[in-house]
């Protein structure tokens, strides 16, 4: 999964994630609830999954770099 910074109103999704298999055997795809809200942490979301390729699309979720995920721990002092 990649990490993603989101630009649009504050909004819920639940999205598909993978598939396990279920008591019966078949396939059953499992689900994340996200909350995308503007300035938040990144999010992790699958790069493969239509729904996130339509907000990347639509340019609401940025890819987040390692770079500007890292907060600064230095501290000053005199």
């Known amino acids: 999964m990649a990490r ?3 630009h649009g109103p504050v909004q819920h999704i639940s999205i598909a994630v993978g598939q396990k298999k ?3 055997g078949e396939l059953q795809s499992e689900f994340k609830d996200v909350a995308l809200i503007p300035g938040a942490d990144p999010v992790e979301l699958p790069a493969d ?3 996130v390729l ?3 699309d639509a340019k609401l979720l940025q890819e987040a ?3 500007a995920s890292v907060k ?3 501290k000053g002092g005199n």
């Open 4 to 6: 993603y910074t989101y």
């Open 22 to 24: 279920g008591p019966d």
């Open 49 to 51: 999954n239509d729904v």
């Open 54 to 56: 339509g907000m990347i």
């Open 65 to 67: 770099s390692d770079t």
């Open 72 to 74: 600064s721990t230095k």
